[in-house]
């Protein structure tokens, strides 16, 4: 497979992608909050915009945290010593798929199966 020093730079690149995702997640802590309600303060299209905004935040937040948690298994697996192979079948994923996201725990034929 790989040699150290590959997977000392796989490990640098996973953590910079993790704590600019924690980054994003402290900086739009205020789109995920409730929307006020109150009408005499907002309109009720500007009400529903905010709630669209706050929906979507929602979302991105989600997709953050299942990022996040991608990213901590391929931690551990590199830690096991077991990254660069396939979660699912044992088999070696392709560089290229690896330098394309690091974080894949599945070789192309798992991952379109």
């Known amino acids: 497979?790989?040699?150290?020093?590959d997977f000392k730079k796989v490990k640098k690149r996973l953590e910079a992608q993790r704590k600019e995702l924690l980054e994003r997640v402290e900086l739009t802590e205020d789109d995920r909050k409730p929307v006020e309600l109150d009408q005499s303060q907002v309109g009720r299209l500007s009400r529903i915009d905010a709630m669209?905004?706050?929906e979507m935040a929602l979302e991105q937040e989600r997709r953050r945290e299942i990022?996040?948690?991608k990213i901590d298994a391929a931690l551990g697996r590199i830690k096991e010593g077991e990254y660069g192979f396939c979660t699912h079948c044992g088999e070696d994923i392709s560089p290229k798929r690896l330098e394309f996201?690091?974080?894949t725990p599945l070789c192309v034929d798992c991952a379109g199966s």
Do not use: C, N, P
């Open 67 to 69: 990022e996040i948690q």
């Open 52 to 54: 669209q905004v706050q």
């Open 101 to 103: 996201d690091a974080a």
């Open 1 to 5: 497979m790989a040699k150290s020093s």
